[in-house]
């Protein structure tokens, strides 16, 4: 597997898992786009990968429209032609964690909270496959990877979360399961055009998390462990590549086995 004809364009690119895209394609021949908010993680990737001239980062905040219309056309100005786009940024409940934000109940979950999960995982996903439908789909072949959870079409088990610093919350599930939605529209509207898209759905990946986690997630999983972030990423390069051009609409499960029981 090559991505040396790939210029990957990735959201969200300085979390847990976009951070670990970005180093594994870069090892593997494309070109990166990476993107994300300002701030500390956008600074870290950048720092990481000073120097490569594989690698480019700008700003971009999916959920603002007018960012995310221009930001293919920036992209291109600069010499760049993105074939592949990869839908990872998110309200994750670790992001909200690591900014102090509690996790209410369901039932003391305010509209204006479920809203702004929804307007960055569901809007601004939508508005990123939007304007690569206007930018790049029917130019040359292209590939769209939306990126779910193993609690996209599967309900969250509570109780691991009794006594934890973070919760699964209502609307990270819902817009996860959304996404798929949105593959699965697309799919065949873009057949015509010879473009391709996908979502990838990562299961429980480590990231520091206290050893009481680790056993009750791991109870739920039938490897009984944790995913590394790079196992994910072996699935997500394999998707990136040309050797998945005839995969188009699908679901991918990399979970351990936590969804077939
Ligand atoms: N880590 C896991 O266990 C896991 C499991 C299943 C699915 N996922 C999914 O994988 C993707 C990456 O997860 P992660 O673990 O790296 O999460 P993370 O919280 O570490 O990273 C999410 C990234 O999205 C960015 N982001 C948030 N709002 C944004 C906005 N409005 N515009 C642009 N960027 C924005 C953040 O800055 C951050 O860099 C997410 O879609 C997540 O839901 C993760």
Redesign the pocket.
């Known amino acids: 597997m090559t991505l040396q004809d790939r210029t990957i364009f990735i959201?969200?690119?300085?979390?847990?898992?976009?951070?670990t895209y970005v180093r594994r394609m870069l090892a593997e021949g494309a070109r990166v786009v990476a993107?994300?908010?300002p701030?500390h993680?956008?600074e870290a990737l950048q720092a990481a990968h000073e120097g490569n001239e594989n690698f480019r980062f700008y700003e971009?905040?999916?959920?603002e429209e007018d960012q995310v219309t221009e930001i293919f056309q920036r992209v291109m100005k600069d010499g760049w032609e993105p074939n592949v786009v990869l839908n990872?940024?998110?309200?994750?409940g670790?992001?909200l964690m690591g900014a102090g934000k509690s996790f209410p109940d369901f039932a003391d979950t305010t509209v204006a909270d479920f809203e702004r999960t929804l307007h960055?995982?569901l809007t601004?996903a939508f508005m990123v496959a939007r304007q690569m439908d206007r930018d790049i789909v029917g130019r040359y072949p292209a590939t769209l990877i939306n990126?779910?959870?193993?609690?996209a079409l599967n309900g969250a088990h509570h109780p691991i979360y009794d006594g934890m610093p973070f919760k699964n919350f209502s609307a990270?599930g819902i817009t996860?399961a959304g996404i798929h939605g949105l593959t699965v529209w697309l799919a065949g509207y873009w057949a015509p055009r010879k473009a391709t898209v996908n979502t990838i759905?990562?299961?429980?990946?480590f990231?520091g998390h206290s050893e009481e986690f680790q056993r009750r997630v791991g109870e739920l999983i039938m490897a009984g462990r944790m995913?590394q972030p790079d196992e994910i990423a072996d699935a997500m390069l394999f998707l990136c590549s040309a050797q998945s051009g005839y995969v188009t609409g699908q679901l991918l499960n990399v979970d351990g086995g936590f969804s077939a029981w």
């Open positions: 959201t969200g690119s300085g979390g847990v898992l976009g951070s993107t994300d908010l701030g993680r956008a971009l905040d999916v959920g990872n940024a998110a309200i994750t670790e992001m960055t995982n601004g990126v779910a959870s193993m609690y990270y996860k759905a990562p299961g429980a990946v990231n995913a």
